[in-house]
Each structure stands twice: as C-alpha cells, then as structure tokens.
C-alpha cells in the first residue's frame, strides 16, 4: 500500500532540485533560535536526521546538548518520545511489556517509548550496561523483539541521545557496539562570546523550547531522506570512500578501525550533506566534513595511544590528509 500523503509530497518535490536545501535551511533556522551561535552543530545533526541515522551528543554539562535535541524534536509534527536515563530503569521501560489482560482473556503488548518517530534519550550513559542493549536490535533493524514476537516502529525513526563524558561519576561507558550504531557523534561545544551574550539577555531557553513551532511533518522528513538518498555518488568517490574507511584500520595506535558497515553510514551522510547544500551530486569535500563525526566515534584505540593523548579524530583527521583525493576529469 501507498501513503497518499507521502505520493503528494513526492509529486511536488520531483521537480525541485533545491527542494531539500531549502527544507534545511527552513528547519536549521527554526532550531537556531533557541540553539545560537551553533549553526555548523544544527547543520551535522539535520544531516544525520537526512541520513535516517542515530544521533550522540556528548559534551560536559550545562552547554545545550539537551536543549539541541529538544529543539529538533520539536521542530517536527511527528511522535516525538522522551526517556530519561536513570540507573534503575528496565529495559522494558523502553521497548514496552506484554501484559494479560484478564478483561479479553489474552496478553496484549504496550508499547514502550521507543515507539515515536524521534526519540531523545536524555544522558543515555547514566543507564545500566543492559538496559542501554535494549535500544541495540531497534537502532539497527528498526523493531524491537518482546516475547519472541517483532515489533516495528514508525518511520522515519531517529534516536537523539545525548551524555556526559564517561569520566564523569555515575556513568557507565557505552560499548562498541552501541557506539556503532550511532551515525554521528558531535559535540555542542562552548559558545562565542556574542553567542553566550545573547543567551544570558535570552534567559531561561526552556520557555523558548516550549514555544517553538514545528516547521515539518514526519511524512516531509521520509519524503527528504528520499530524495537525499537519490543523490549521486560517481565511482572515484566510492573508492575514495573506501580507501578512507581502510586506512583506518592500518593507521598507527589503532585497535579496531571501522567496519564496513562504517562506511556505509558515510556514504549516507555524504548523500544527505550534498542534497542539504542543494547539490545532486557528492563531492570529496563533502567527505572531509563528516568523515570525523561519522568514524571517529567508531574506532578503538590502544591503551598506549591513549596513554599519549591520540584520539579517533586525530586518526581520522590523518587518514584524511594521507589519502588521495580524486581528482575531477579534465573536460575533452
């Protein structure tokens, strides 16, 4: 069956070429009035959302990791679902319970709050080892299994987590293969002074939140994703993509560099950075601005590497700069 909504969508935006560019710029511009000063952070978080990827905001607290989240939540007229992360919840507190109904005589399922179009999970690193894997199987496959039974969730669907760094007291680091399934990893940062001028004249930026309209629909959003996902990608970028991803895997001080499935979400990230620039095609520089948010988070380095300061993004940042770049053909 066909979404009616979605075939009119689709019907007014097969000719418009900048159609998505200017949805972002829409939607970054509704963001930015609450999260200031920020726009480079909107753009790499609206592009992960264009990538129908998962999102992990981590910075120390008190810089807007939250209200970025939120403010992107509310910008879209979907099911937007919130879970704060506590040590004592259960995994079920999210996916959902199979409770008997006495009434019908059956056990009937109740859905968790993983079951929305956005979900923002707040301090995602403050919750137990276990109940952190009850998001593994939805944040890949896109349902969850309870009681031997599948489950899909709407779609789009995206997680927004965010957290505080795991040195940090009460957390708990999450693992490899949770990391994995975040597309991008970014950091908010500290504001400019002109930025950090206008929050203290602002105020209290919760009632902005609170106040802010959605300028989207969830059907806008999958009818974006579509479009980003057409965009072309010629076969030098492929294999430089490629030689990215692998020379991870060799650079110095590398435990375990990114997977194959790494560069797949790449790939999707470069897609959705080209159609939010209003371009129908990638190009290598689209690449170099994501390869960082997008692998960095993957990549496990040795003890001794840690041990002298060397991150993922130094990694990758050198893989960038030790990789050829393909270069255009020269016209006949």
Known sequence: MTDPALDTLRAVTDHAPDTVARWCARLASNVGRVIQGKRDVIDLALVCLLSEGHLLIEDVPGVGKTMLARCLSA????????????????????TGVTIYNQGAG???????????????????????????????EVMEERRVTVDGRPYAVPRPFMVIATQNP?????????PEA????????????????????????????????????????????????????????????????????????NA?????????????????????????????????????ALA?????????????????GRTGADVVREVLASVPVPQPRAAI
């Open 252 to 288: 110095p001080g590398v435990r375990l560099g990114a997977s194959p499935r790494a560069g797949l979400a790449l790939l999707r990230a470069v897609r959705a950075r080209a159609a939010a620039g209003g371009r129908g095609y990638a190009v290598p520089d689209d690449v170099k």
């Open 178 to 249: 949770q990391l994995d399934r975040f597309l991008m990893k970014i950091a908010v940062g500290y504001p400019d002074h002109a930025a950090e001028v206008a929050v203290l004249v602002g105020g209290y930026a919760a009632e902005a939140v609170e106040t802010l309209p959605a300028v989207t629909t969830a059907q806008e959003v999958s009818v974006m994703i579509e479009m980003a996902g057409q965009v072309h990608v010629a076969p030098p970028l492929y294999d430089y993509l490629a030689q990215v991803t692998a020379a991870t895997r």
């Open 292 to 308: 960082v948010a997008v692998l960095a988070h993957r990549l496990v380095i040795t003890p001794e590497a840690e041990l002298a």
């Open 166 to 174: 795991i040195d940090m007291d009460g957390t708990y680091p999450l």
């Open 75 to 94: 910008s879209i007229d979907g099911k937007l679902q919130r879970v704060q992360f506590t040590p004592d919840l259960l995994p079920s507190d999210i």
């Open 106 to 136: 059956q056990f009937q399922f109740h859905p968790g709050p993983v079951f929305g179009n956005i979900v923002h999970g707040d301090e995602i690193n403050r919750a137990s080892p276990k109940t952190q894997a009850a998001l593994l």
